[in-house]
Antibody, heavy 117, light 110 residues
Framework: EVQLVESGGDLVQPGGSLRLSCAAS????????MDWVRQAPGKGLEWVAN????????NYVDSVKGRFTISRDNAKKSLYLQMNDLRAEDTAVYFC??????????WGQGILVTVSS | QSVLTQPPSASGTPGQRVTISCSGS????????VSWFHQLPGTAPKLLIY???QRPAGVPDRFSGSKSGTSASLAISGLQSEDESDYYC???????????FGGGTKLTVL
């Protein structure tokens, strides 16, 4: 069974940093693109970033460029999102997803990040 | 404001057919495949349709997708109470180099 489990969410002050992790199991992690998608409270889905199977290509939404870094460790079957200089508008539930636009799309359950003083 | 435009709400009675539209432009829907997701409150989204009109295993054939030009649609026939959910369209935007989502449509079964 495919499982994606996010962790690392927390309450952090503006300007602070946080690292989210997504642990994958039940499939060959290294054969799929991975994405991070977030959802602010009461709002719609917003794509954040994605990373190619081997980590050689990464894309980001403009609002997080220069502040967030997506990475993966295929040996550990894990996806990461390093978030720096956090702002109130980054408050959201963050989901990791496999093969977001494909037939094998699968989402994690999400993890809450709250940026507040 | 979302790059893809969806109606904020839609409704229908049990057994009816409902369609949800998703309007974009050439760099996104015009040149790339569309996926549809549904999401119940407090839960993760789930894939409904990929590659414009393909259903993953387990999705009933009451759900169908289509795409024409720079617009896509999700149709739900034989509406059931459990279809009450939020629905999102998404695609790659080759001009922005990002995945773009619609703003979401809240479907109410009356």
């Amino acid at each position: 069974e495919v499982q994606l489990v996010e962790s690392g969410g927390d309450l952090v002050q503006p300007g602070g940093s946080l690292r989210l992790s997504c642990a994958a199991s039940g499939y060959t992690f290294s054969t799929y693109w991975m994405d991070w998608v977030r959802q602010a409270p009461g709002k719609g889905l917003e794509w954040v970033a994605n990373i190619k199977e081997d980590g050689s290509e990464k894309n980001y939404v403009d609002s997080v460029k220069g502040r967030f870094t997506i990475s993966r460790d295929n040996a550990k079957k894990s996806l990461y999102l390093q978030m720096n200089d956090l702002r109130a508008e980054d408050t959201a539930v963050y989901f990791c997803a496999r093969d977001l636009m494909g037939a094998s799309c699968h989402w994690g359950q999400g993890i809450l990040v709250t940026v507040s003083s | 404001q979302s790059v893809l435009t969806q109606p904020p709400s839609a409704s229908g009675t049990p057994g009816q057919r409902v369609t949800i539209s998703c309007s974009g432009s050439t760099p996104n829907i015009g040149r790339n495949s569309v996926s549809w997701f549904h999401q119940l409150p407090g839960t993760a989204p789930k894939l409904l349709i990929y590659r414009n009109n393909q259903r993953p295993a387990g999705v009933p054939d009451r759900f169908s997708g289509s795409k024409s030009g720079t617009s896509a649609s999700l149709a739900i026939s034989g509406l059931q109470s459990e279809d009450e959910s939020d629905y999102y369209c998404a695609t790659w935007d080759g001009s922005l180099n990002v995945v773009v989502f619609g703003g979401g449509t809240k479907l109410t079964v009356l």
